[in-house]
């Protein structure tokens, strides 16, 4: 009897071990993730010093999802509903103020943008931007130069500030 109780109590230790060690394993995943080379392409990468050099006493957010700066909570509308409309969207560049105020939104149109499903995308963009009254500038790929570039903010920064006067 006393073996029995032994054995018993040894498959219970046995058990409770193998219960410690199953929590302490990472949960398996359905997907793996690796890190980038880099967090922007080269054509980004070029275009964002570009505009470093460009705009001074202000901040440039690149990849800056709709969310962070387009408010969805307006009054009379379903505010889940406005933001799934808007979730995961994002424009390549955001320009604010040093107090972080959007001042000027920034797409980079490559190839990509003449497939029709990218074609509604920025019909849709356009329009919600236009309406939160903000610049939004688009630069086709190949056809901006860090002179285009620095005239164009500058239009659009001095436009800003004009009309809110």
């Not at 006393?2 to 359905?30: Q, S, Y």
């Not at 997907?31 to 880099?38: G, V």
């Not at 931007?129 to 610049?135: K, L, V």
């Amino acid at each position: 009897m006393e073996v029995l109780f032994i054995i018993i109590i040894i498959f219970a230790l046995v058990a409770i071990g193998i219960k410690t060690n199953n929590i302490a394993k990472k949960p398996k995943r359905e997907y793996t993730y690796t890190k980038k080379a880099r967090a922007m392409t080269r054509h980004e990468l070029i275009f964002y010093k570009t505009l470093l050099e460009a705009i001074s006493g202000c901040v440039i957010i690149p990849q800056a999802h709709l969310s962070m700066f387009l408010d969805h909570k307006v009054y009379g509308q379903n505010w889940s509903r406005a933001f799934s409309r808007i979730n995961g969207k994002s424009v390549d560049f955001l320009i604010c103020t040093n107090n972080m105020k959007p001042l000027i939104a920034i797409e980079l149109d490559d190839n990509t943008h003449d497939r029709p499903d990218r074609q509604k995308r920025d019909i849709f963009v356009n329009s919600i931007i236009g309406d939160a009254n903000m610049p939004l500038l688009r630069f086709k790929a190949g056809e901006w130069n860090s002179e285009i570039i620095k005239q164009e903010v500058a239009r659009a920064l001095k436009k800003s500030t004009l009309e809110k006067l």
